[in-house]
């Protein structure tokens, strides 16, 4: 009941209000919403290795002194073959789509430790970039913590950016091969780069004017599209067919290089993502996180552990029903939540021998609630087949 009321009351509005709205995309398990969560400093959003966890598009909220970030955290780009082996939603196809529609700032994730798709953005973000070159873009490499050689980043970042970073041609220094486990020694920079010491850690391809930007990366002098011409021209419309043989996008007006598991360097790029917010009225109160119920979270809590703990694409059938939802005398919780399986295998499978599986989800989805919610959450399963 708070978090309706404070989503349907108006926003309690600073005297001179700042917002971003910003769109993260990527391909499915990039790492989108750990690092929503990140940003955040709290758990809203569902995390999982299995690909297509979050199911639909959900917003959290920062809020610092004048400014306003709302995180528009979407569905992994995907297409209607892959959609429909998952037993996904049609909106898992539009969302991502309908985010980039109303974002100031879009942030491309990258996980670089999948050797298989780290040196290429895949079809469906090109062709999400493509269509909405007019939004400004940033590149975000994560989980450059578990990438044991650290001069592949250079490669990466090359291959994604196809050599060109707001404007200015990325030029490699001669001691490449270094294994420094830190992103910000990178030794890379840009034509025209600024002193070294005014660098920000985490973005080594910043172009600051000063160190009093606080993480901004971008030069407001330079050229962004110029493709390092000097040129001031945008980014241009492609079509399907111009991007049969594109592996990057030359347009990107940032790096980051960032571990979002464990955190790191996640507030340099928060802090470049206040310093881009544009003077405009606040859309939620101060105290929102999130624009999801307190039930929403709860199912997607629940569904994470059920995708973490069932194999291959058995959890992608099981539908959830809350059966109680109550609230203690001293703000506790109660919830007893059915899982719906399409088959007896399948119920055994959840259920676990002695019951351990089940156990297991409700302790750590009760745990998670309690982190959510910041109260005591009593949290009880029960596995059914479907009518």
Known sequence: EEQKRLLENRPDQPQNPKVLR?????????GKSTLSNQLLGRKVFP??????????????VITHKDTQLIILDTPGLTNPL?????????????????????????????????????????????????????????????K?????????LLEIATDLTE???????????????????????????????????????GSPFGQEKNQAQEGSGLDKSSNVGGAGTGEAQGPKHHGPEDLKDVKGW???????????????????????????????????????????SPQEICDNIIREKVLEYLPLEVPYG??????????????ELFIMQSLLVPRESHKRMLIGRGGKVISRIAQEAGQDLMNAFLCDVHLKLKVEVKG
């Not at 995390?47 to 959290?60: D, F, L």
């Not at 020694?185 to 070294?196: D, F, G, M, Y």
């Not at 539908?319 to 001293?330: F, R, S, Y």
Request: net charge positive.
């Open 144 to 152: 450059v913590d578990i990438l044991k050689k650290k001069f592949l």
């Open 163 to 201: 050599g060109i970073v707001n404007g200015k041609k990325l030029e490699v220094k001669s001691a490449v091969k270094q294994d420094s486990s830190s992103s910000a020694k990178l030794p890379l920079r840009t034509s025209r780069a600024s002193p070294p010491e005014s660098k920000v850690p």
């Open 250 to 292: 030359p347009h990107f007006q940032e790096i980051f290089m960032l571990a979002a598991l464990h955190g790191e360097e996640v507030d340099t790029l928060k802090r470049y993502l206040l310093m881009q917010a544009k003077p405009g009225p606040w859309e939620f109160h101060s105290d929102v996180l999130t624009n999801q």
């Open 82 to 142: 892959k959609a429909k082996r998952h037993n996904l939603e049609d909106a898992m196809l539009t969302d991502p789509w309908d985010s980039m529609k109303h974002a100031d700032l879009v942030l491309v994730l990258v996980d670089v430790s999948d050797h298989w798709t780290r040196n290429s953005l895949s079809k469906e973000v090109l062709k999400c970039l493509s269509q909405f070159s007019h939004i400004p873009s940033v590149l975000v490499l994560n």
């Open 318 to 331: 099981v539908n959830q029903v809350t059966e109680i939802w109550e609230e203690g005398e001293c703000g």
């Open 47 to 60: 995390v999982s290795k299995k690909v297509h966890t979050t199911r639909c598009k959900a917003q959290g």
């Open 22 to 30: 910003i769109a993260i995309i990527g391909a499915p398990n990039a």
